[in-house]
C-alpha cells in the first residue's frame, strides 16, 4: 500500500472529524446516509446518522478494476479507496468546493468499484487516458481525478481531453485540502 497516501487521508479525516466537532460539538453527521449499513455509524437519530471513520476491512486493493480493465492501477488509488470507510467529505483545494468521495461499507466498495470501471470503460472508448476519480464537483461534468499513466491529481472534464493538472500526486493534494462543513 502507499503508506503516503494512507497518511494524507487519515490525517485530512481527521481535521474534517475535529472541524466538525469544533464547530457542531459532535461527529459529522449524514442525512444522506440514514438508513445505510456502514462500521461507520456511531449513533443513528431520527433523521441523521453520526459517524466516524474506521479502519478498512477488506483486501486492501482495486484489483477487480484491475482485471476487469486489464491495466495496473496506481498504487495511491488502492490506498485512497481502501485505507478507511468512511462517509464522504466536503473540502476546498484552492478556490474548487468537492465532495471527497469514501467508502462507506463492504457492499460499498463493491459499487465504487464498478463505478471505477465503468468511467475507465468510457474513456477507453472515447481513447481518452485513464484516470480514476476521487471526488465530484458542482457541475456534474467535472470531477477530480487521479491520471493513472502518471498519478497526477487533475480536474478533469468528462468525455473530453479537457484536464488540468491540480498536484503531483495524491498524497500532496490530499494534504492540502482544508474540510468544508
Known sequence: MDIETANALTAFTARYCDAWHQQHDTWPQSEELYGVPSPCIITTLDDKIIWQPQPF???????AVERAMDIVVQPAVHAFYTTQFAGDMRARFGNQTMMLLQTWSEEDFQRVQENLIGHLVTQKRLKLAPTLFIAT??????VIAVANLNGEVIKETLGTRKRDVLAPSLAAFLNQLDPVL
Do not use: A, C, K
Request: glycine share 0%.
Open 137 to 142: 464537483l458542482d457541475s456534474e461534468l467535472d
Open 57 to 63: 476491512t477488506e483486501q486492501q486493493n482495486v484489483n
